[in-house]
């Protein structure tokens, strides 16, 4: 019950609180965020209906149309983060049409589920974690202090005073590796070998998800009752054998079974697929097009995906009527209407994101909470050397990657990138060498570091 509570608790939120969460990291483009912000509160909604109106509302799919850097990414990853909803990111070109040499649509479904399993494992082993941790240094006193083996009779008062003294060792044992003091010490630590099965991986890397995936599990089938390799006896440090002892008491204390099954019913009623590189995909085929000739092949193929189908994984079967798919591009050759008319009316609703313009720069340099001025200040100050910005220097970078972009490609926010290591690469070369100091950025020292690079057109291609 009180797993249902928190999980409901992560879906209460209004499309006002979703965006201003988003607005933390995300400058700008209200309208995509707006957009993504009610899909997420028709999901909650939709948990309040009866089941059978609950079956029939599907979600309202969403193509996010912009240049690249303009947070179409970032505005997906987030949303999945803020309720903690199985995400998957792919590229629609990495896909082919059957019959072509490359991933099958499928497979996103089977890496959302893969996803899934690891959320739900971290979560149920976080709530078991500190339990397996006390189990584990008792195993560790037992290895560092174990029990006294059979030594000659003593009277009464000599055996109380061996057991005193064993019990004093072990409780100072107990405190040092509460207080992680013995972290390289060496224990005698008995482990069972997990066999390797490299041929599986060769299979599952190509177009064979499903044959890599059946080739494991009857590899896993095929050993002597399931079971890992035989003991081994090794010395390792006191760290090490903590993390392995760890883990195997989280894997006691978990039922994976019942992982597999909450991770496939998350998929299914929360998963998001981030679609990216939709509009290479987009427009007929043409003949003579070389690999063109599998772009519709390709949209085919996503339709029964993103219309609703059952897929089969590892885990089990997983239904996608309820996963919501965000598609994104730039559509500068294409457009959206390219797209077979199946496709579009399964992504009915549309976002179109803005280029960045110099002020946006400015906000995202310093109102996110992962800003790239506080990034390099925290990087500085791990040398000892106190990074400071000036607002007109700010203004500076801000127009700089403004103008680089209108000049070259425009990348968006990945100039700033570009910038920033260009204008503090010599603080960033020299730092561990000048710890106390303070570096003030200010405009004219953005322009000694960028000089007439942005007026040079040919130069600038390779730096900026």
């Known amino acids: 019950m009180k797993e249902k509570k928190n999980e409901m608790s992560q879906f209460d939120l209004t499309p006002l609180q979703i965006v201003a969460e988003l607005d933390k990291y995300i400058v700008g483009q209200d309208q995509a965020k707006r957009i993504v912000a009610i899909a997420l509160r028709n999901r909650m909604r ?4 009866a089941e059978a109106m609950r079956q029939e509302v599907t979600p309202k799919n969403i193509i996010l149309i912009g240049p690249t850097g303009v947070g179409k990414t970032e505005i997906a990853r987030r949303l999945a983060a803020l309720v903690k909803a199985p995400f998957v990111k792919v590229e629609a070109s990495k896909y082919t049409e059957v019959g072509y040499v490359g991933r099958d649509v499928e497979s996103m479904i089977r890496d959302l589920v893969s996803q899934a399993l690891n959320l739900v494992r971290e979560e149920k082993f976080s ?3 500190a339990k397996a941790e006390e189990i584990v240094n008792e195993r560790l006193v037992n290895l560092l202090v174990p029990v006294p083996g059979k030594r000659k009779p003593m009277d009464a008062e000599g055996e109380a005073a061996r057991k005193h003294l064993h019990a004093e060792a072990r409780e100072k044992v107990k405190r040092q590796l509460k207080a992680n003091e013995l972290e390289d010490e ?22 064979m998800d499903e044959l890599g995936m059946n080739i494991q599990d009857m590899m896993q089938n095929l050993m002597p009752g399931g079971q890992p390799g035989q ?3 090794r010395r390792i440090k006191v760290a090490q054998a903590r993390r392995q002892m760890v883990q195997e008491e989280l894997s006691k204390m978990v039922d994976m079974s019942e992982v597999k099954s909450e991770a496939v019913r998350r998929v299914e009623e929360m998963g998001i697929v981030f679609i990216d590189e939709l509009d290479k995909v987009a427009g007929k085929s043409e003949q003579g097009r070389g690999p063109d000739v599998s772009r519709e092949g390709v949209q085919r193929d996503l339709l029964p995906i993103v219309e609703g189908t059952t897929v089969n994984t590892r885990h089990g079967e997983v239904k996608t009527q309820h996963i919501l798919f965000i598609a994104a591009g730039a559509f500068h050759v294409s457009k959206p209407s390219d797209l077979i008319p ?15 313009k110099a002020e946006d720069f ?39 990657a403004y103008q680089a972009n209108k000049l070259a490609e425009d990348i968006g926010a990945r100039r700033l ?6 204008v503090l690469e010599e603080v960033s070369f020299n730092a561990s060498e000048m710890p106390g100091n303070t570096v003030e950025v200010t405009p004219d020292y953005i322009r000694q ?9 040919d130069l600038n291609r390779y730096i900026l």
């Open 449 to 457: 570091r960028i000089g007439d690079l942005l007026k040079d057109q």
């Open 417 to 422: 990138h570009t910038v920033m290591e260009r």
């Open 342 to 356: 199946e496709l579009q009316g399964r992504f009915p609703l549309r976002a179109e994101l803005t280029s960045l």
């Open 46 to 49: 939709r948990r309040r209906l």
């Open 127 to 129: 709530k078991v974690r």
């Open 231 to 233: 003991p081994r006896s």
């Open 186 to 207: 060496m224990v005698e630590f008995e482990t069972k070998e997990q066999p390797t099965m490299p041929m599986v991986e060769i299979f599952s890397g190509a177009n």
């Open 362 to 400: 400015k906000r995202i340099l310093i109102e996110p909470k992962q800003a790239l001025t506080k990034q390099y200040k925290a990087l500085m100050e791990t040398e000892g050397v106190n990074l400071e910005f000036t607002e007109g220097a700010i203004d500076e970078l801000a127009n700089v």
